[in-house]
């Protein structure tokens, strides 16, 4: 254990103190650590205080010195442990056959399994979990964050009996604040004081993402040593997740400063991320029946999953206002009047949302002012240093002298400033100005937390005084809220768009920005309504690979995870070619949890396209899903070795070969997953994918066309795919009306005319539910001409956009051989206006087999009168 000595005397002390490999627990439980065999490699020194009958001792089995069916039981249980730092509990266990029930924790730290064992509370046990019902009751009728807040503080205080309970929020600066209380009417209130972020250490925080309770029975108590303190390769064993780990010197002198005997504190988390916490304190010692804790560890999670929806509502309200303040602008310039010009509107309209002192506008080297601004002058000395930060990002500061130090001139005017680029070249600007605001922070001490003598040394010291210390602060405005920010990110994108629009010198400019805007909102239409099809798609076919709703979803949820992991990354390159060994990284860290230094990757990286980035990544997903459940990844023993290379003609190879797991058995029947993984890349890219299901491991080969590689860092992809026109004298078969007669709904074969297999197959489906005998797919204009060439086609659905050709070529030979189309396109509408085809109607994405029906109840018969 580190000697407290030893440390330097500054604020990231306590960051550095190990407090998860103290060797002790506290006294009220006993600690058992095993190997993977069930050997004792650990045991705290009181075990012979609660396993009276047969006490093992290091190196012993476990078995030996347990009954035959307590053993059992604690295998059965671990061995169904899941997610990574999952801790699973047994109540009520005979561990020795004597009577003596336990109240058991188990879970998997590194090689070791430890056990933990509490006496069991027969009388408390009973249908706890009854007394969730009234206490969530109770909570129903908060409507904000706040009062939720306030409620849950008061039902945890009558649940568990601490003399107080605290939410505890943490802020973005990482200090807190009480910002609920339920206490004894004798006790002072802790209520809205600030705890600087040195109370909890960097440490301590991640220990509550990984351990969400956290209770300190006895501050008097005498910690129990474990034995041995180090394994006998020199290592202490590590109790992150230990629910008796001792506590920290340093942790105990503070509550007792405080005055606190005992202590409990639940993690709140929100979205992945520490929101807060319950801080429960009791002025005497506090021994919970592990069940009641169980049950309040349960009411924390309902609790945080109610503030989550809290806290969204919240945000739907937010996006409400930012909608009206841009409906608002929108309105009211909509003359054409320049910006620079119109400040005093603008000023106006936004200080209904965002309060403000003054206000500037810097447009096209043009500048003016309103309120409490900086002069002309002034402000363009500012501007060298604002064009140094990232394009299009906010700037928010309540003290901006501390920023730009030539600020300070007009202190008397402003201090705090919110900066909205409005442009990327020239560097425009609209800032709002906050005055000074002489504040108050009201802290639990001193935040500074000085250096004191104590009796771990010159160091530093919990504080021996929490009466509230003032701090007043100056040359600082009013802090911009997160709900400012986020409005004026809306904001940021309104004056773009108001800025864009009147800066338009002619008639002509002006036609001509409202087609390229036009058709980027067809295209972006175009891509959210493929990627809204492709996810129905994934919802529908995978239907087949779930056994229950929860596994249902989780393959659904996972499988879009991909999908949007691979997105990010292709955007974040500005929807250029991004990188496919990071994209095996990400995939590993996201998906397996800790084994990602179990996938090794050599070979040469590459860049792959954003049309083929987001296949490989569902192919990559389904492949790692697969391997972390029954492969080489499913166990602590196998590893992952891929390979990529560049073959000569430029295709990208990638080689996956699994090693060390179990034996392997081809599935007993094709998913949805095994049909993603060989049929994606064939069917999307042209290019190959085969899977070999060795004995040994998986191993598998997928190679993607050399057109969708680069190796250029964020370089354009070149395309080597060609136009296909259609071939000067073509003859097709007359069209196939003989089975269609005047009562006839539905086309008897149908072709489909899409580059995305999972749409493709999801369509496919549809057409074969609603009746079609027949559907005949192609993924572009080589196949679908040469089947509309050899066989008979009634009626054809047809994607426009195929990646780098339309379908026009399609359409044109459909009407040349009268047979009667229609597009199935994100696009929407305005496809008529791009394509002068004879297509007699546009099914838009994404569709359902009741879209489907109506497109062909009012087409198909249409068609049938035409052709008689």
Same mark, same amino acid.
């Given at each position: 254990m580190t000697d407290l000595h030893d440390y330097e005397v500054n604020l990231t002390n306590c960051d550095r103190e190990p407090i998860h490999k103290l060797g002790r627990i506290q006294p009220f439980g006993a600690l058992i650590a095993v190997t993977s065999d069930w050997i004792v490699a650990h045991r705290s020194t009181n075990i012979g205080t609660f396993l009276q009958r047969s006490v093992p001792a290091i190196g012993d089995r476990l078995q030996d010195h347990l009954s035959a069916t307590s053993f059992e039981r604690l295998v059965k249980v671990l061995s169904g442990a899941g997610e990574e730092d999952a801790q699973e509990r047994v109540f009520g266990l005979d561990l020795q056959g004597n009577g003596t029930h336990f109240d058991v924790a188990m879970h998997v730290q590194g090689s070791l399994s430890i056990i933990e064992i509490e006496p069991h509370d027969e009388d408390g046990m009973a249908d706890l979990t009854n007394s969730l019902r009234p206490i969530m009751a109770r909570l129903e009728g908060a409507d904000t964050a706040a009062e939720l807040c306030k409620q849950a503080a008061r039902q945890m205080k009558r649940l568990l009996g601490f003399d107080r309970v605290m939410?505890?929020?943490?802020?973005?600066?990482?200090?807190?604040?009480?910002?609920?209380?339920?206490?004894?009417?004798?006790?002072?209130?802790?209520?809205?004081?600030?705890?600087?972020?040195?109370?909890?250490?960097?440490?301590?925080?991640?220990?509550?993402?990984?351990?969400?309770?956290?209770?300190?029975?006895?501050?008097?108590?005498?910690?129990?040593?474990?034995?041995?303190?180090?394994?006998?390769?020199?290592?202490?064993?590590?109790?992150?997740?230990?629910t008796l780990r001792a506590v920290s010197p340093i942790h105990i002198e503070y509550l007792r400063n405080m005055g606190v005997g005992a202590s409990l504190s639940i993690s709140i988390v929100i979205d992945g991320k520490l929101w807060g916490l319950f801080a429960c304190h009791h002025y005497g010692p506090r021994v919970l029946p592990y069940s009641l804790r169980t049950v309040a560890e349960l009411f924390?999670?309902?609790?945080?999953?109610?503030?989550?929806?809290?806290?969204?509502?919240?945000?739907?309200?937010?996006?409400?206002?930012?909608?009206?303040?841009?409906?608002?602008?929108?309105?009211?310039?909509?003359?054409?009047?320049?910006?620079?010009?119109?400040?005093?509107?603008?000023?106006?309209?936004?200080?209904?949302?965002?309060?403000?002192?003054?206000?500037?506008?810097?447009?096209?080297?043009?500048?003016?002012?309103?309120?409490?601004?900086?002069?002309?002058?002034?402000?363009?000395?500012?501007?060298?240093?604002?064009?140094?930060?990232?394009?299009?990002?906010?700037?928010?500061?309540?003290?901006?002298?501390?920023?730009?130090?030539?600020?300070?001139?007009?202190?008397?005017?402003?201090?705090?400033?919110?900066?909205?680029?409005?442009?990327?070249?020239?560097?425009?600007?609209?800032?709002?100005?906050?005055?000074?605001?002489?504040?108050?922070?009201?802290?639990?001490?001193?935040?500074?937390?000085?250096?004191?003598?104590?009796?771990?040394?010159?160091?530093?010291?919990?504080?021996?005084?929490?009466?509230?210390?003032?701090?007043?602060?100056?040359?600082?405005?009013?802090?911009?809220?997160?709900?400012?920010?986020?409005?004026?990110?809306?904001?940021?994108?309104?004056?773009?768009?108001?800025?864009?629009?009147?800066?338009?010198?002619?008639?002509?400019?002006?036609?001509?920005?409202?087609?390229?805007?036009?058709?980027?909102?067809?295209?972006?239409?175009?891509?959210?309504?493929?990627?809204?099809?492709?996810?129905?798609?994934?919802?529908?076919?995978?239907?087949?690979?779930?056994?229950?709703?929860?596994?249902?979803?989780?393959?659904? #949820?996972?499988?879009?995870?991909?999908?949007?992991?691979?997105?990010?990354?292709?955007?974040?390159?500005?929807?250029?070619?991004?990188?496919?060994?990071?994209?095996?990284?990400?995939?590993?860290?996201?998906?397996?949890? #800790?084994?990602?230094?179990?996938?090794?990757?050599?070979?040469?990286?590459?860049?792959?396209?954003?049309?083929?980035?987001?296949?490989?990544?569902?192919?990559?997903?389904?492949?790692?899903?697969?391997?972390?459940?029954?492969?080489?990844?499913?166990?602590?023993?196998?590893?992952?070795?891929?390979?990529?290379?560049?073959?000569?003609?430029?295709?990208?190879?990638?080689?996956?070969?699994?090693?060390?797991?179990?034996?392997?058995?081809?599935?007993?029947?094709?998913?949805?997953?095994?049909?993603?993984?060989?049929?994606?890349?064939?069917?999307?890219?042209?290019?190959?994918?085969?899977?070999?299901?060795?004995?040994?491991?998986?191993?598998?080969?997928?190679?993607?066309?050399?057109?969708?590689?680069?190796?250029?860092?964020?370089?354009?992809?070149?395309?080597s795919s060609q136009d296909v026109t259609l071939p000067s004298g073509l003859k097709r078969p007359a069209p196939n009306r003989k089975n269609k007669t005047k009562d006839s709904a539905l086309p008897e074969h149908v072709l489909l005319v899409e580059d995305n297999m999972i749409i493709a197959m999801d369509a496919e489906e549809a057409l074969q539910r609603l009746g079609v005998a027949r559907v005949t797919i192609a993924s572009g204009t080589t196949r679908a001409l040469q089947v509309i060439r050899e066989e008979t086609i009634d009626f054809a659905l047809l994607d426009f956009n195929l990646g780098s050709e339309s379908s026009e070529t399609i359409a044109e030979a459909l009407g040349s051989a009268d047979i009667p189309f229609c597009f199935a396109t994100g696009y929407g509408e305005s496809i008529t206006q791009m394509s002068e085809t004879n297509a007699l109607g546009v099914l838009k994405k994404p569709y359902s087999d009741s879209d489907i029906k109506a497109l062909l109840d009012r087409v198909w018969l249409k068609s049938e009168k035409v052709a008689d």
């Open positions: 939410v505890y929020r943490f802020h973005p600066d990482q200090s807190g604040e009480v910002v609920a209380e339920a206490r004894e009417p004798q006790l002072e209130s802790f209520l809205n004081l600030r705890y600087p972020k040195s109370d909890i250490p960097q440490q301590a925080r991640k220990l509550y993402l990984r351990n969400l309770f956290r209770i300190i029975a006895d501050v008097e108590s005498e910690p129990v040593p474990i034995e041995p303190a180090r394994s006998i390769t020199g290592e202490e064993l590590d109790l992150s997740l230990s924390s999670q309902l609790f945080s999953f109610k503030l989550e929806i809290a806290l969204a509502r919240a945000g739907s309200i937010l996006k409400e206002r930012g909608r009206q303040l841009h409906d608002r602008l929108m309105s009211r310039l909509a003359g054409g009047t320049a910006l620079v010009e119109e400040l005093n509107t603008v000023d106006e309209v936004i200080g209904d949302v965002i309060p403000h002192d003054g206000a500037s506008a810097f447009i096209e080297d043009a500048y003016s002012a309103r309120g409490h601004a900086p002069t002309e002058e002034q402000f363009r000395q500012l501007i060298p240093s604002l064009n140094t930060a990232t394009t299009s990002q906010i700037i928010e500061t309540d003290n901006l002298s501390a920023m730009v130090p030539t600020a300070a001139d007009f202190a008397d005017k402003a201090v705090g400033a919110l900066i909205i680029p409005v442009s990327r070249r020239p560097r425009d600007y609209i800032v709002l100005w906050r005055r000074e605001l002489p504040q108050v922070v009201t802290w639990a001490g001193n935040p500074q937390k000085p250096v004191e003598t104590g009796p771990h040394g010159d160091r530093l010291t919990p504080r021996k005084s929490f009466e509230a210390w003032q701090e007043s602060v100056s040359g600082r405005s009013a802090p911009w809220t997160e709900e400012e920010l986020t409005i004026a990110e809306r904001l940021r994108v309104t004056l773009l768009e108001i800025i864009i629009r009147v800066t338009d010198e002619a008639i002509e400019e002006r036609r001509r920005a409202q087609q390229q805007q036009d058709l980027l909102i067809a295209e972006l239409n175009h891509r959210v309504r493929n990627i809204l099809t492709l996810i129905r798609g994934l919802v529908s076919q995978s239907q087949a690979d779930a056994h229950s709703v929860q596994s249902y979803a989780e393959i659904i #949820g996972s499988r879009i995870r991909a999908l949007a992991m691979a997105h990010d990354n292709i955007t974040r390159e500005q929807w250029e070619s991004a990188s496919l060994h990071e994209l095996i990284r990400q995939e590993a860290e996201a998906y397996l949890s #800790g084994k990602h230094d179990r996938v090794i990757i050599t070979g040469e990286d590459r860049l792959l396209a954003p049309e083929a980035y987001t296949v490989i990544a569902l192919v990559l997903h389904e492949m790692m899903t697969n391997s972390a459940k029954y492969g080489s990844l499913c166990d602590s023993a196998g590893r992952l070795e891929l390979h990529t290379e560049v073959h000569s003609n430029g295709d990208y190879r990638l080689h996956w070969k699994e090693v060390g797991g179990p034996p392997v058995q081809p599935p007993k029947r094709k998913g949805f997953g095994t049909t993603i993984i060989e049929r994606s890349i064939p069917f999307e890219l042209k290019g190959d994918a085969q899977i070999d299901y060795k004995l040994t491991g998986v191993e598998a080969e997928f190679c993607i066309p050399a057109k969708f590689v680069s190796r250029a860092k964020r370089g354009k992809v070149e395309s």
